[in-house]
């Protein structure tokens, strides 16, 4: 899989939009960007995912670049529920199924 | 359904005993992953399977680890002997593979302790 870069931490304030940008410069052309997040002492949870058109889902907002070489998840009305370490994830697919590989993913702290 | 089924949540056992974490995955899928968090190392993938079958576990750490999948709706994660270093939240995952839906679900974990 592509290796994403994300930074290590964000502080986001409650009711505002939270941004999280990941990096994955040797995105291949079959490789989706999947996000992923883990609230304290869970499993993680899907949230979205794309290959390169905007996506939008009742939890969250993909944006890709044209590039395809980095991506930022959007929040639009960020809780405290929100906070969480939030992971970007490369997937390629093909006639099977690959497993997720985690990076160190961004820690999201949403502030009152 | 009631999602990926893990058991124990929690499990304390001494250096040298046996530990068996449990997973029923999710009716209908067809994908089971096993990975272990820890603080240092974050999520690792340690073994996952295909309509019961291992497919990759060249993530287990050591013989010591083994797992298993005797039908589809259920897999151990088995350590033989247990050593402290093997303290960490074990999660199960499953999946099913589709053209549209490629998520995966968690379980809660079973948060080993060794002593």
């Known amino acids: 899989d592509a290796k994403t870069t994300q930074p290590p931490s964000m502080d986001c304030a409650e009711g505002r939009a939270a941004n999280l940008p990941c990096n994955h410069s040797t995105i291949s052309g079959n490789e989706y960007v999947y996000w992923y997040r883990q609230i304290h002492s869970q499993g993680p949870q899907y949230i979205i995912h794309g290959l390169k058109n905007n996506e939008t889902n009742e939890m969250a907002s993909l944006i890709i670049t044209e590039d395809r070489k980095s991506s930022t998840l959007i929040l639009p009305h960020a809780t405290l529920r929100d906070t969480a370490v939030y992971y970007c994830i490369v997937r390629f697919r093909n006639s099977g199924n690959t497993p997720l590989v985690f990076g160190k993913g961004t820690r999201l702290s949403v502030i009152a | 359904d009631a999602g990926v089924i893990q058991s124990p949540r929690h499990e304390v056992t001494e250096m040298g005993q046996e530990v068996t974490l449990r997973c029923k995955p999710i009716?209908?899928?067809?994908?089971l992953f096993w990975y272990r968090q820890t603080m240092m190392r974050g999520l690792e993938l340690l073994i996952y399977f295909n309509n019961n079958v291992p497919i990759d576990d060249s993530g287990m750490p050591e013989d010591r680890f083994s797992a298993k999948m005797p039908n589809a709706s259920f897999s151990t994660l088995k350590i033989q002997p247990s050593e402290p270093r093997d303290s960490a939240v074990y999660f199960c995952?499953?999946?099913?593979?589709?053209?549209?839906?490629?998520?995966?679900?968690f379980g809660q974990g079973t948060r080993l302790t060794v002593v």
């Open positions: 995952a499953s999946t099913s593979w589709g053209a549209m839906n490629t998520e995966a679900f």
């Open positions: 009716s209908g899928h067809d994908y």
